[in-house]
């Protein structure tokens, strides 16, 4: 069993819709939580970081970490045509060693 | 890419030539780490650094091997190129236990 699961996509929403993206764990003990975006042929470049649970709001970026439930999803509001990119979602128990998860392929439709 | 240089961008070699992967930096960060990219299985750790000769093997470290003889540089070293090792590689660094920037990433291909 993989240590993070993300649900690949693709994933096609038309410009300005919410965009709800996931991922699931096994490990309890992550309490690091970070979520990246990447272009094609890019390095991924950081968009949120949680520490343990709760919510962390940026702009139209919304991060939620639900240990209990060992799920994390990030929100995006008011889809643009630039967001169309690959997300990963990654955790650590050590904040050094993360294990990311495969990445969801997100389209956004003008 | 915040201050993070990876030499060469792409290389194409032969099953059991030695490659060695550049990752350099000019923002002083204490944390090196090389990552390894395929569909997939998403980013996996190779290796990384907390400090000078101060490193320490990750997820998929067989077959790879690192060294750290100044703050910025790290390097990868492939002793005996395999097929498997095919692969997008990036660099990261950070200065603290959370935000890793990236890379631009080198592409690997094993002939």
């Known amino acids: 069993q993989k240590e993070v699961e993300q649900d690949p996509g693709p994933l096609s929403v038309p410009e300005g819709a919410i965009v709800s993206l996931n991922c699931t764990y096994s490990?309890?003990?992550?309490?690091?939580f970070m979520w990246y975006r990447q272009y094609s042929r890019k390095g991924p470049e950081l968009l949120m970081y949680?520490?343990?649970?709760g919510n962390k709001e940026d702009g139209r970026f919304t991060a939620q970490v639900d240990k209990s439930s060992k799920y994390i999803s990030l929100f995006i509001r008011d889809s643009q045509p630039s967001d169309s990119a690959t997300y990963l979602c990654?955790?650590?128990?050590?904040?050094?060693?993360?294990?990311f998860g495969t990445g969801t392929s997100l389209t956004v439709i003008p | 890419d915040a201050g993070i240089t990876q030499s060469p961008r792409h290389k194409v070699t032969e099953t059991g030539t030695p490659v060695t992967l550049r990752c350099h930096q000019t923002?002083?960060?204490?944390?090196m780490y090389w990552y390894r990219q395929d569909p997939g299985h998403g980013l996996r750790l190779i290796h990384y650094?907390?400090?000078?000769?101060?490193?320490d093997k990750g997820e998929v470290s067989d077959g790879y091997s690192v060294s750290r003889s100044k703050t910025e540089d790290f390097l990868l070293t492939l002793e005996s190129a395999t097929s498997s090792q095919t692969s997008v590689y990036f660099c990261?660094?950070?200065?603290?236990?959370?935000?890793?920037?990236f890379g631009p990433g080198t592409r690997l291909t094993v002939l």
């Open positions: 990261a660094i950070s200065d603290s236990y959370n935000e890793q920037f």
């Open positions: 490990n309890s003990a992550f309490q690091y």
């Open positions: 949680t520490y343990s649970s």
């Open positions: 990654a955790m650590s128990r050590t904040g050094n060693q993360f294990y």
């Open positions: 923002e002083n960060h204490r944390y």
């Open positions: 650094s907390y400090g000078v000769k101060d490193t």
